[in-house]
Structures are given as C-alpha cells and as structure tokens.
C-alpha cells in the first residue's frame, strides 16, 4: 500500500473562472479536435512533478493555500517548444507575486531548484511538427492578451494520460 501511495502524481494549479475560463476552454477544445489530441483544461502549472502520498498532498497544499495571496496573471505570447508538455502555449509574465507563490510552493513541497520557472498555459499537448505549430499560431495570432485573478490553488492528480485527470482539491488563498 505505501508503494502505491508513493507513486501518485500531482501538479498544482492556477486557472481562471468565468468569461476567460470558457474562451480559453474553447480554444483548448478546438485545437485538440483539430489535431487529435488529448483534451485538458485551462491552467498554469505553479507546481508540476509531486510525488506523494494523497493526505500529504492535500495538507501541504492547504498549507501552502495560507500564505498565498490572490494575485493577477498576465498572458502573451503564443509559443512552442520540442515537448510533449510544451508543445503550444501561451507565456505568463513572470510578476513577483507569481515567482513569490512559485518559491513558496518549492518550499512547501521541499522541492529543490528544479529547471528554470517558465509559467505559461499549454494550448496544445502532442508531438508535433514546427510547421504545423506555426500554421496553429498563423490562426490563433501571435499573443493571447488576456489577464485573471487566481483567486484558488487547485490540487490535480496528474497520473497518467491526461483524460485520467482530475481535480483532487480546491483551496482558496486568503
């Protein structure tokens, strides 16, 4: 049992609500028929790659939660890379209050200094050809300007194909 627990994944969160939740859902859903590929929702991930039991998870979150506050997140530039993960998205500016929640969730979490934090909102998931990132980006524009409140940290569980995944917790910053 300990083995299992050990072996469960999770990320940590931030997504809009409302008006801007659903055209980015929109966009997201689009892009995956297209292209058939795996369908997600919209988010940018401040904590990736936990491996803990579920009950620590949860505590460490709810933690974590207390000594966040709600902060804006900024969206621009469409973007790609040569990663499943990362195959198109859109930058997040990298504001002090977002890089502050980002070190507070490393700490929280024990995590090391792990690569360079590049928060963004994946649009796209899959391995796909440059050409038709570009013809991806030729349709949707070259930024994406668009700005939410993060008003909640979310908990998912990130085992698996991500038609697998799901939330585990919601916890709301004071």
């Known amino acids: 049992m300990a083995q299992k627990q050990a072996g469960e994944r999770y990320s940590l969160w931030l997504m809009p609500r409302g008006d801007v939740y659903d055209g980015l859902a929109r966009t997201l859903h689009k892009l995956s028929a297209r292209y058939s590929a795996p369908e997600f929702a919209p988010h940018v991930t401040l ?21 966040i506050r709600p902060f804006m997140i900024r969206l621009g530039d469409i973007d790609y890379c040569d990663e499943y993960f990362r195959c198109l998205f859109v930058r ?3 504001t002090q209050p977002l890089r502050k929640a980002h070190q507070i969730a490393q700490e929280v979490f024990g995590f090391r200094r792990e690569a360079p934090f590049m928060p963004h909102l994946s649009l796209l998931y899959g391995n796909f050809s440059r050409s038709l990132k570009d013809e991806a980006i030729a349709e949707l524009g070259p930024r994406v300007d668009l700005e939410f409140k993060v008003r909640s940290l979310h908990l998912y569980s990130t085992r698996g194909e991500p038609r697998g995944w799901r939330c585990v917790e919601k916890f ?3």
Request: overall charge positive; glycine content about 8%.
């Open 47 to 67: 904590l990736g790659s936990i491996v803990a039991p579920r009950r620590e998870a949860i505590r460490k979150s709810a933690a974590l939660a207390t000594l």
């Open 92 to 94: 997040a500016t990298i």
């Open 172 to 174: 709301g910053l004071r």
